[in-house]
């Protein structure tokens, strides 16, 4: 029997015929429907929310011509993830394509999936989105692979601009008031917010500010717990921080950093400057807040509130400077990690084919189509002349009324179809010239920006978030430790300890912030973290990293 598990966590021409160096060689396609020209339809279901698009789609009805097939994709609504998931489990019938969430492991666990090892070698744009090493990984306990990490391949060079992670966050005219003025330490950040909204308490229109607000919704507590390992100037292991020099597992949760990060926000709160509704609202009206750019600052990962941008845009409160900038914050500016070259390869999850699904063949070949050089660019760029122009020297760009399209709720239910959990990639086209995503177009990025942020950039001497928060190499072979944390089990001390740990921040650590005594409430907070066990965890992790560094020494 399977180790039962629960998961703990948590985006046109002649078809290319290879995928080059980052992904590997590509293959020919040749799905293209039954003889009779006929569409296959196949379904999907992704447990994140999302948005579907129309029935009529422009840009999915042109995919479809190309490959001979088509797939209706719909989101989670109204439940969590691993309770939509158990539905499904318990009636029994599944979509054909799945990517469960926190739910993933159970439906490996239910037998709802499809080993993909003997089909591998036949569909090549799949087989060399990763490497030896990396299918190794995805191996479950019973030796067999049974999903595709949807985001964790660079094809060719690596191109980014947007830092898609976590960060430090102001708004852009909290910057311009303050001259642009150097941001390096946590101290630094909140004095600033601090300052612009004594003297700036309202927008506009009279709406009163919200100095700094924290998500701590459901999983996404992420955004008020975590910042003790990127404070520390480490990256993004998710569930601890590692020594690179001597490959130990350390414990954010108890570190000086993380004692001065909450005692910092506990003052902040105890001023008024930390929204007092951080605790209690939903991340829809999280969204909802940002999106009026009230909010100055806050905690969190681009692709986590990036549809708040969207809304900023539409309402033209860019004008205002509402736009988010990251900044390099460390505990005391030593040098940071918030952002890494590299990607981070995720092998806890991924898209993966159903049992229910009764053409697995057509399925694994609309995947490897999918990954094809010119339906790549239909997914992400859109219709040439429609969506994008390619300029003499072969590179693409938009024009102002395209651009705006693109951030158009309507436009892009009507006409994009980027299928945006199947698997992608980033890096370079294989024409050398493009990349692969339009927020890795460097011209294209900067000529896009909002002005706001185009003020910002060139005051700092830079033309991406990324280059204001700065690029490090790409962490060990180890990284990131959370894809083995998303799937601890309790089955396992480590993994009970996890998900106590888990229940403790969630009830304590909004009263450590709002507590009169913060000394008081935070060793009540240790009390309660030490009765989990947390050894138990970080040992477990210990083994899987010191796993991992030998596994990676074969494939070397």
């Not at 708040?308 to 860019?318: E, T, Y």
């Not at 990251?326 to 590299?342: A, F, K, L, Y």
């Not at 339009?438 to 830079?462: C, H, I, M, R, W």
Request: charge should be negative; charged fraction near 25%.
């Amino acid at each position: 029997m399977k180790r039962k598990k629960i998961v703990s966590m948590l985006l046109a021409s002649a078809m290319a015929a290879t995928l080059l160096a980052g992904c590997g060689a590509g293959g020919k396609s040749s799905s293209k429907g039954d003889s009779d020209g006929e569409i296959k339809e196949f379904t999907a279901f992704f447990a994140v929310p999302g948005s579907e698009i129309n029935d009529d789609n422009e840009v999915q009805q042109i995919i479809a011509e190309k490959t001979g097939a088509k797939v209706k994709e719909t989101w989670l609504t109204g439940q969590t993830d691993v309770e939509a998931i158990g539905t499904m489990i318990a009636g029994g019938e599944y979509p054909d394509f799945i990517e469960g969430g926190n739910g993933q492991m159970q439906l490996y666990d239910a037998d709802a999936l499809v080993a993909l090892d003997d089909y591998l070698d036949d569909y090549p744009n799949i087989k060399n989105l990763f490497s030896d090493l990396e299918w190794e990984k995805l191996r479950q306990d019973d030796g067999h692979i049974y999903w595709i990490p949807q985001f964790s391949c660079i094809k060719n060079e690596e191109k980014v601009c947007t830092h898609n992670d976590e960060a430090f966050w102001i708004q852009a005219r909290v910057l311009k008031w303050a001259g642009y003025p150097e941001i390096k330490t946590m101290d630094d950040y909140f004095n600033l917010i601090e300052s612009y909204n004594e003297a700036n308490p309202t927008m506009e229109d009279g709406t009163e500010n919200i100095p700094y607000t924290i998500l701590c919704d459901d999983w996404r507590y992420f955004c008020l717990e975590n910042a003790p390992q990127f404070l520390d100037g480490y990256p993004n292991d998710g569930s601890c921080m590692v020594d690179p020099d001597t490959l130990t597992v350390l414990d954010y949760n108890t570190s000086d950093t993380a004692v001065a990060y909450f005692r910092k926000l506990n003052e902040e709160y105890q001023k008024g400057i930390v929204d007092p509704e951080s605790f209690t609202q939903s991340y829809d009206e999280y969204i909802s807040k940002l999106s009026t750019g009230r909010v100055l600052g806050m905690i969190d990962q681009w692709w986590d509130f990036s549809n708040a941008n969207d809304a900023i845009k539409q309402a033209g409160l860019d004008e205002q400077g509402c736009d988010y900038i990251p900044v390099p914050v460390t505990i005391d500016g030593r040098d940071n990690q918030w952002h890494n070259s590299g990607g981070a390869f995720n092998e806890s999850s991924g898209l993966a084919i159903t049992t229910s699904c009764e053409d697995v063949e057509g399925a694994l070949q609309f995947v490897n189509d999918l990954l094809d050089q010119d339906i790549h660019n239909l997914r992400f760029w859109g219709v040439e002349g429609t969506d994008y122009e390619v300029d003499e020297n072969g590179e693409f760009y938009r024009t102002e009324e395209e651009r705006t399209k693109q951030s158009d709720t309507a436009y892009k239910a009507s006409h994009t179809c980027p299928y945006s959990y199947f698997p992608q990639y980033t890096g370079t086209s294989d024409d050398g010239i493009n990349a692969n995503k339009p927020d890795g177009q460097a011209s294209e990025f900067f000529d896009g920006l909002n002005q706001d942020v185009k003020e910002t950039f060139e005051a700092y001497g830079v033309e991406t978030y990324v280059e204001m928060l700065g690029t490090n190499e790409a962490p060990g072979d180890w990284y990131p430790m959370w894809s083995f944390s998303n799937n601890f089990t309790t089955d396992t001390p480590g993994g009970v300890a996890w998900n106590k740990i888990a229940d403790v921040k969630h009830e304590q650590l909004p009263q450590v912030v709002m507590a009169k005594d913060f000394d008081a409430a935070w060793d009540t907070y240790m009390d309660a973290y030490n009765a989990c066990h947390p050894e138990d965890f970080i040992s477990e992790l210990q083994t899987e990293l010191d796993t991992r560094m030998e596994q990676a020494a074969k494939f070397k």
